[in-house]
């Protein structure tokens, strides 16, 4: 998937593996009950997006939310999975501007996927702290 910025999963907290695809990470995710994954993307396409929904069961209401840009923030929940739709702010020094970007997250049982619709947010600190 061209709009994967990174998949990884993690077991107690550490990485344990970057799988390939996403039915790579499906799978390991499955052979590892005690792993979570977090899968990032940017900009996704439509198929990409209805191919991710297959491999995690996310449902079609939050899929559709999810390529929606320009959405208000939210939180719904869907069985097992929450999706949560946020706007991120950001003061840009050099312009004196603030740039406003849209994350959408889905949060299941043993997984994060984080749907990016612009730059910001930059979650590699979060990333970073979560290896802490």
Same mark, same amino acid.
């Given at each position: ?40 993307l940017a900009r996704p396409t439509d198929g990409e997006l209805h191919s991710l ?11 559709? $939310? #999810?390529? *929606? ?5 939210? @939180? ?6 929450? /999706? =949560? ?7 840009? $020094? #050099?312009? *004196? ?5 849209? @994350? ?6 043993? /997984? =994060?996927i984080t749907v990016r619709h612009g730059a910001a947010p930059d979650l590699s600190a979060v990333r970073r702290r979560m290896?802490?």
């Open positions: 998937m061209a709009s994967v910025v990174e998949a990884a999963l993690y077991r107690d907290g550490v990485r344990v593996s970057s799988p390939a695809t996403l039915a790579d990470t499906n799978r390991e995710l499955r052979e590892r009950p005690d792993g979570m994954a977090w899968i990032g929904a297959a491999e995690f069961d996310l449902h079609p209401f939050a899929v559709e $939310d #999810a390529m *929606e840009a320009h959405q208000r923030p939210k @939180l719904e929940r869907y069985g097992e999975t929450l /999706f =949560v739709v946020l706007r991120a702010a950001r003061y840009l $020094d #050099a312009l *004196e501007e603030v740039e406003f970007g849209e @994350l959408r997250v889905f949060v299941g049982p043993d /997984f =994060v290896k802490r």
